[in-house]
């Protein structure tokens, strides 16, 4: 299955993130990371649910630190990642540079002081599309397996 997805982090603590080649210090809260997988894209949700991995993206390095609470799976053939992105911009403080380096936008991680879900929901409702929250990496290979999505569900 192809798509994009939204990964809600909650992070308890001001945080100083490092990747392979940069450092960003994040304030507490909790983060909104926007991707694609359009090859995998319950594998993808799947890994980053989990915690004994390789680190190799920049989410992989914060998921480190904080805690994933829940992933919303956005199956389409499209192409949705920097469309997803910029309307998260239009609500979260942007971290400028993290994860964002095949598209035309400055980020793909957004914070926000309060839970983001009814803000991500709107979204996903305002561009008409299909979606599937999930709360482990159980829960994204099962999603994959039925191959299903229905708008709005939790």
């Known amino acids: 299955m192809r798509g994009a ?35 995998s894209l319950e594998k993808r949700v799947a890994r980053h649910f989990r915690r ?15 805690e994933l609470l829940r992933a919303y799976m956005i199956p389409s053939e499209e192409r949705l990642e920097e469309r997803l992105s910029v309307e998260v911009s239009r609500y979260g403080e942007p971290v400028k540079g993290f994860g964002a380096g095949d598209v035309r936008v400055e980020t793909n991680l957004y914070r926000f002081d309060e839970e983001p879900d009814v803000i991500l929901t ?15 990496e159980r829960e994204a290979i099962e999603f994959g397996e039925k191959n299903e999505a229905r708008t709005g569900e939790s």
């Open 5 to 39: 997805y939204f990964l809600v982090i909650y992070l308890p603590k001001e945080s100083e993130i490092t990747t392979k080649g940069r450092r960003f210090r994040l304030r507490g809260g909790y983060y909104v990371y926007v991707g694609s997988a359009m090859n």
């Open 52 to 66: 004994d991995k390789k680190l190799h993206w920049h989410i992989d390095f914060l998921l480190k630190e904080g």
């Open 122 to 136: 709107g979204i996903l409702k305002g561009l008409g599309l299909k979606w599937k929250r999930v709360k482990s």
